[in-house]
Nanobody, 124 residues
Framework: QVQLVQSGGGSVQAGGSLRLSCAAS????????MGWFRQAPGKEREFVSA????????YYADSVKGRFTISRDNAKNTVFLQMNSLKPEDTAVYYC?????????????????WGQGTQVTVSS
């Protein structure tokens, strides 16, 4: 059974930092792009960041570029999202997943086996 278990997140004031983790079990995803998405209330799920299998390239939404850093530890089948200089508009539920379906790594439709979601709340 494939599972992606997320940890981290919580509530912080603007300017603070949080680190999200996403640990996979049941299948080795080291050869897949891993991504982070987020969904705010009343909005669609949006792309945040993605990382290629061996960390060769990383990708970020313009809204988080320079503030968020994605990384992965293939030995532990785990991907991380370090979030610095957080803003109230970063408030959302964050999800991780591997890009195992066809399509662009920017599109949620190319991902499957989503994590359970982690709430991030940033207050002003």
């Amino acid at each position: 059974q494939v599972q992606l278990v997320q940890s981290g997140g919580g509530s912080v004031q603007a300017g603070g930092s949080l680190r999200l983790s996403c640990a996979a079990s049941g299948r080795d995803f080291s050869n897949y792009v891993m991504g982070w998405f987020r969904q705010a209330p009343g909005k669609e799920r949006e792309f945040v960041s993605a990382i290629e299998p061996y960390g060769t390239n990383t990708y970020y939404a313009d809204s988080v570029k320079g503030r968020f850093t994605i990384s992965r530890d293939n030995a532990k089948n785990t991907v991380f999202l370090q979030m610095n200089s957080l803003k109230p508009e970063d408030t959302a539920v964050y999800y991780c997943a591997p890009s195992v379906l066809s399509g662009s790594w920017r599109d949620a439709e190319s991902y499957d086996y989503w994590g359970q979601g982690t709430q991030v709340t940033v207050s002003s």
